[in-house]
């Protein structure tokens, strides 16, 4: 059997790649938010037509300069500019301001008040309490935070298989993990992260009763029928 800990490689610190985002960064100041929402929208809708920032000032006759200016959300547009975009696009006036103060939802979960589902590993005794789900939101991502607890009465199930990314991360017990062609010695402390579409579950079940975090992740367009 091979575990996480016999298969783990050490970082290359020399040639990994940095993050692309900064989990500490804070936005512009809210002032700015709106000229940047609204360059995005020009800038998108341009493209989905797919003329060129040229052809967008001919049809306007507002200057490159200004156009250039406005999508990337450095200048504050008129009304009267704005009007003259939404005609040549082809779309409302109130599209231009779709991204701006979009309402941002969070959801809070009390301990043992997650929401117990019935999934299709309900059958082999695993138990799932969703932790929260926020549906149409701004990220274009569905995020489902589970909790799965495995007793006594729970079989091994190591078939799962399903769109998007999924994050496992070890609270109680322990569990050999399949992933594909993969085995991992799950205890406490310990956390995997996979793509969700390769057959995965509990090969055997070390200690009970077990509980983990599962959250998965997938677009928002994808059905989950």
Sequence with gaps: MTTKRETAEQPDHGTRAPFSQDPHAVREPKENNLEMAIGHEVRGYRKKLGITVTDLAAATGISL????KIENG???????????????LGVPLTAFFRRYEEPRNAVFVK???GVELERRGTRAGHQYNLL???DNNSSGVIVEPYLITLTADSDIFPTFQHEGMEFLYMLE???VYRHGDQLFQMQPGD???????APHGPEQLVKLPSRYLSI???PQQVSRG
């Design 65 to 68: 300069g200004m156009l250039s």
């Design 74 to 88: 450095n200048i504050s547009p008129s009304l009267t500019t704005l009007q003259s975009l939404s005609r040549a």
């Design 173 to 175: 017990g322990e569990v």
């Design 191 to 197: 956390s995997l992260f996979f793509d969700a579409d």
């Design 111 to 113: 301990a043992g008040e």
């Design 132 to 134: 929260g789900h926020i």
């Design 216 to 218: 998965i992740s997938y």
